[in-house]
């Protein structure tokens, strides 16, 4: 399985941005897409996840209301619609991949993008 992530930038508070995932590969291996971020000096963060097949999804606590994820099955691509965007957002956006619907936990996911920089300035 191969992630491309995509669409990062540097935005106002308040802003919106959109970044995008194109997954390719044994689709059994990517029952489930994750984002996740990790900004300087802290951990990895779960941001939230979608089910392939179901389209069903999950978010933590600290976007819920603000980000939507969304999938595109003829694109095979995955959608992180960032709302309201506040500074403590700033962070390496990282999408992945796991074979488990209810993954949440990074050592859940297989697969790994190679991330891409969110920057909110306030």
């Known amino acids: 399985v191969q992630l491309q992530a995509s669409g990062g930038g540097l935005v106002q508070a308040g802003d919106s941005l959109s970044l995008s995932c194109a997954a390719s590969?044994?689709?059994?291996?990517?029952?489930?897409m994750g984002w996740f971020r990790q900004a300087p000096g802290k951990e990895r963060e779960f941001v939230g996840r979608?089910?392939?097949?179901?389209?069903?999804?999950y978010y933590a606590d600290s976007v819920k209301g603000r980000f939507t994820i969304s999938r595109d099955g003829a694109k095979n691509t995955v959608y992180l619609q960032m709302n309201s965007l506040k500074p403590e957002d700033t962070a390496r956006y990282y999408c992945?991949?796991?074979?488990?619907?209810?993954?949440?936990?990074?050592?859940?996911?297989?697969?790994w993008g190679q991330g891409t920089q969110v920057t909110v300035s306030s």
């Open positions: 992945a991949a796991s074979r488990s619907i209810t993954a949440w936990h990074g050592s859940e996911y297989d697969y």
């Open positions: 979608i089910t392939w097949s179901t389209g069903s999804t």
């Open positions: 590969g044994r689709a059994g291996s990517r029952a489930a």
